[in-house]
């Protein structure tokens, strides 16, 4: 088997390593007006889609005349969806099928900031045909906690997984410990009838853990609990032979020890993600015999840590397939016939990743395909393979053309020691692509990967600007091996800063920057080190944008308005950020707030007044110290906006201001 995965991995990616040749020779920007900063910024107009386990439908998210997001469900051959789920002031904000018959969804409001109103998902049952009905999980602060057909469970209750039953009517749902805060980081886990609304709690494996995750086997039995007791992680699995709880391990969950679990196949295999002692984690099976895991992983992928999802068919009792992330989105099956579907999507749709989707329960020869690029937002369509026919069911939005896109180049540079940085560059579609104003965009986190081949509206409405734009990620981002992440450890303001200042240098060598006119940008982390790269390196970075970023570390351990968890504040900041006594020195020199005197260039300050992530008092702080010693400071508040501006009306404002301050400070000469 696992000559046969390696075989279809190497002939995807090279599938799509010639798709992305192709896109870069092909795409031919066309000449049109200045494109609005709206359009790139709306609400996507069709987000998701997903057949029924039967094949025989497929339920979508879409938005109708008032930019209301609804749920529709289209039988296939038919034209038409039927709108089953729609709200006057509330949007759907997801959806799963429970079984061919039956959905459940939550809502939101995305016309309503995080400040405004505090408002729970909640989760509705209906029937595909739009009958019966049920509100299970309320959107407001509940005591209520015996359960009974006409009582709604509080408010932090969210799905986790159906029953995989057949024509069950159950899904699994986890609930917070603590009804009155958004910290849940433990879960109670319960059994819920989407018709008549009764529960069943689910015995822990050990009464006084904290479990913060649960996973599902395919026959609707939780197998694997994990459960955090300070900073050790202990993996428990219920044992199909005895049908008793059982420990399996015990790591550090702040290090690279530990296993992650994924995926319950149908026939019984439990599927992890490790590093088992190597750079890059990869997906392997756990051996539930011997109590450990395999030694020859599944799936590996070279340079890079898994990141992806498995496709399976409960039909067939196998997987077959996974989608993955290298460089770009791939799909690698294990299965003959998906072989030869992927290869006909392809051929039929060159310039895209083409994502397919399956019916997990039914025959069906439609499938689902998701086609994106780096200049295509997105477009859902079905394709059958009896008639050799699209159906074309929405785009994400309609309002940007691809033609006028520009494309996103995923590449590599040298830190100054030697160590390898992912980025990702962007250059205008019209020009030379030589001599530009540059925008370094760092993504937030940290510990994440920020880069992708996708369509990114900040890129490419910067890019629209004439501006070229450069993503790193810098050492201690994820997703790229354990010693590029191990590498940020304690690095804030540091090695991790440099990483940014030589990519602009690497930007200005290749010959793609102005070394003139180059500004420093991002948000959360992004912010902070925006901050610091002004700090820095000021005869680099002539200018710098920061929303909603960190300017000081002491302030994230010290603020109370914080939705960060004691676990990470106690085990895993100290770790990977700095300890507040061991560390005391660092953390003051590599602090923004501490070092406000040291800017003297622009800077653009944005931040939300209800963000939890990074409450305001970090950026209020810093600007009461900097527009001391800088008269050339922009602030802008918006009061009911959170980690991150989410009303089209504050976009719009944010990203106009930022227009003209680039304009005004490294713009076209």
């Keep these: 088997m696992q000559e046969v995965i390696k075989l279809h991995f190497w002939k995807i990616l090279f599938a799509v390593i010639a798709l992305t040749c192709g896109m870069t020779s092909t795409a031919a920007p066309a000449e049109t007006k200045t494109i609005p900063i709206e359009n790139f910024f709306k609400n996507s107009q069709f987000s998701y889609a997903q057949l029924a386990p039967d094949g025989k439908s497929i339920a979508m998210l879409m938005a ?23 709200y006057d002031i509330r949007d759907i904000a997801n959806f799963h099928w429970v079984n061919s018959d039956r959905l459940v969804y939550s809502l939101k409001n995305t016309k309503s900031a995080q400040g405004e109103k505090f408002y729970g998902p909640g989760l509705y049952a209906v029937n595909k045909d739009g009958t019966k009905r049920l509100h299970l999980v309320s959107h407001t602060e509940s005591t209520i906690r015996v359960k009974k057909a006409d009582e709604l469970l509080p408010w932090n209750t969210f799905f986790l997984d159906t029953a995989h039953s057949g024509n069950s009517a159950d899904i699994f749902v986890i609930q917070g410990n603590d009804i009155y805060s958004s ?10 009838n989407t018709v008549t609304g009764n529960t069943v709690l689910i015995p822990r494996p050990e009464k006084t853990g904290k479990v913060s995750q649960w996973l599902i086997d395919k026959t609707g ?92 068919s409960a039909n067939q009792k196998k997987i077959l397939g996974m989608h993955y992330e290298m460089s770009m989105a791939g799909s690698v099956w294990f299965d003959d016939v998906m072989v030869q579907h992927q290869k006909k999507i392809d051929d039929l749709l060159p310039y895209t990743i083409n994502q397919m989707s399956v019916a997990t329960d039914g025959t069906s020869n439609t499938v ?26 929405g785009y994400a939005q309609p309002g940007i053309n691809p033609d006028q896109m520009s494309p996103k180049e995923m590449v590599h540079y040298k830190a100054r020691d030697g160590m390898d940085i992912p980025a990702s560059l962007t250059l205008p579609a019209k020009g030379s692509g030589k001599n530009l104003p540059l925008i370094m965009l760092v993504h937030g986190g940290p510990y994440v990967r920020g880069n992708h081949w996708d369509w990114s509206a900040d890129a490419q409405f910067l890019a629209s600007r004439g501006y070229a734009v450069l993503e790193p990620d810098y050492r201690g981002s994820t997703g790229y091996g354990y010693k590029h992440f191990n590498a940020g450890m304690k690095q804030w303001g540091l090695a991790m800063q440099d990483d940014i200042a030589d ?55 010290d603020s109370h308005w914080s939705d960060a968890s004691d676990e990470w504040k106690f085990y895993g900041m ?84 930022v227009e003209k301050f680039l304009d005004q400070n490294i713009g076209k000469k």
Aim: charged residues 25%; proline residues 5%.
């Design 64 to 86: 109708n005349k008032e930019d209301r997001i609804t749920l529709g469900v289209l039988e296939i051959g038919q034209l038409q969806p039927r709108i089953i789920a729609a």
């Design 183 to 192: 910290k849940n980081d433990s879960y109670d886990l319960y059994r819920l």
């Design 221 to 312: 039995v939780p197998r694997i609990a994990k459960m955090i007791d300070g900073p050790t992680a202990h993996l428990f699995y219920k044992d199909a032979k005895t049908e008793e709880w059982r420990k399996l391990l015990s790591y550090s969950w702040a290090t690279s020890a530990g296993v992650s679990p994924l995926f319950f196949s149908p026939d019984g295999d439990l599927y992890v993600k490790a590093n088992l002692g190597k750079d890059t984690a990869s997906v392997y099976r756990f051996d539930l015999q011997k109590n450990q895991v395999d030694p020859e992983p599944v799936i590996s992928l070279k340079g890079y840590d898994f990141n992806g999802s498995f496709v399976y």
């Design 368 to 393: 689902l395909v998701h086609s994106f690029s780096d200049i295509n937002p997105g477009i859902w369509q079905l394709y059958d393979f009896d008639t050799d026919k699209f159906t074309r069911l």
């Design 503 to 557: 990519g602009a240098k690497w930007a200005i060598a290749q010959g793609y920057a102005d070394p003139q006119r180059i500004c420093i940008a991002g948000a959360s982390y992004g912010g902070y080190a925006t901050l610091m790269g002004l700090i820095k390196d000021p005869d680099l970075f002539r200018c710098g944008v920061d929303w909603v970023g960190v300017t000081d570390i002491n302030l994230l351990y």
């Design 574 to 657: 100290p770790v990977l950020v700095g300890d507040q006594i061991k560390d005391a020195e660092q953390l003051k020199a590599t602090s923004p707030l501490e070092n406000a005197a040291s800017i003297k260039q622009p800077l653009l300050l944005a931040y939300g007044g209800a963000d939890r992530r990074v409450p305001i008092a970090h950026g209020t702080k810093f600007y009461n110290a900097v527009k001391k010693t800088n008269p050339n400071v922009e602030w802008v508040e918006y009061s009911e906006e959170g980690h991150g501006f989410y009303l089209l009306k504050n976009k719009v404002d944010f990203w106009t201001r």
